[in-house]
């Protein structure tokens, strides 16, 4: 089975819009971590934002938010007010097991997003 | 500071040839990570490194080999280059930790003809 899923193939946003891109994951583990990372055109990978499985409360960094449901394994990525910048592949990636011989990320086949003037 | 440093940018190679990619970071992270990335997919991970003198095998090392003689380099070696080992090849280093994340570099472009 898949450890980190995203399924849209890809997706449309006019600028200033929000938009959010699906993850869900699969993991026995009680702790991990997931990641969104953004892969723009010039083929970079930057990271975005991250969630624990043990946060209380949604992860938010500026434009980016995570709505993270965990019983239903999801981490969404939400950005609001779309830029014309904000074009690019996305990436969820997860880690699993607080261990210093695993600290592996796996990742998902990504989203393209494209922003539309 | 320059972060994660990968060398060439971008390579051709016939069957057969080898060639070692570099990876240099300058942030004194003891881990290190290779992966590599298909047209349209996520990353896979090739080797990783725990410190220096320490690696072990990722999703996908058929065909590679590595080294880490050295905290800040960690070269990623092919041998005998296949077609199937045309790739954009993504350097990473971080430290351990839930939720560390990981910097990576810019890419290396393989094309294997």
Redesign the interface.
């Known amino acids: 089975a898949q450890k980190?899923t995203?399924t849209q193939p890809g997706m449309f946003v006019q600028e200033k819009e929000a938009v959010t891109l699906d993850c869900t994951y699969d993991t026995s583990d009680p702790?991990?971590?997931l990641?969104w990372y953004k892969q723009p055109s010039s083929?970079?990978?930057i990271?975005l934002i991250?969630q624990?499985s043990y946060d209380q409360q949604n992860a938010t960094e500026g434009r980016y938010s995570l709505n993270f449901q965990k019983a239903r394994k999801s981490a969404n990525l939400v950005i609001s007010a779309s830029q014309l910048g904000d074009s690019a592949m996305y990436?969820c990636?997860m880690?699993e097991a607080?261990?210093?011989?695993n600290?592996?990320?796996?990742?998902?086949?990504?989203i393209t997003l494209s922003v539309r003037p | 500071n320059a972060g994660v440093t990968q060398t060439p940018k971008f390579r051709i190679l016939k069957i057969g040839q080898s060639m070692t990619l570099q990876c240099t970071q300058d942030m004194n992270h003891n881990y290190m990570y290779w992966y590599r990335q298909d047209p349209g997919m996520g990353l896979k991970l090739i080797y990783y490194s725990v410190g220096a003198g320490i690696t072990d095998k990722g999703e996908v090392p058929n065909g590679y080999n590595v080294s880490r003689s050295t905290t800040e380099d960690f070269p990623l070696r092919l041998e005998l280059a296949a077609p199937s080992q045309t790739s954009v090849y993504f350097c990473a280093s971080g430290e351990p930790g839930l939720q560390e994340t990981q910097y990576f570099g810019p890419g290396t472009r393989l094309l294997v003809l």
């Not at chain 1, 607080?98 to 011989?101: F, L, Q, W």
């Not at chain 1, 600290?103 to 990504?110: N, Q, R």
């Open positions: 980190i995203q702790s991990y971590g990641f083929g970079e990978m990271f991250y624990g990436f990636a880690r607080y261990t210093g011989a600290s592996k990320l796996t990742f998902g086949k990504g």
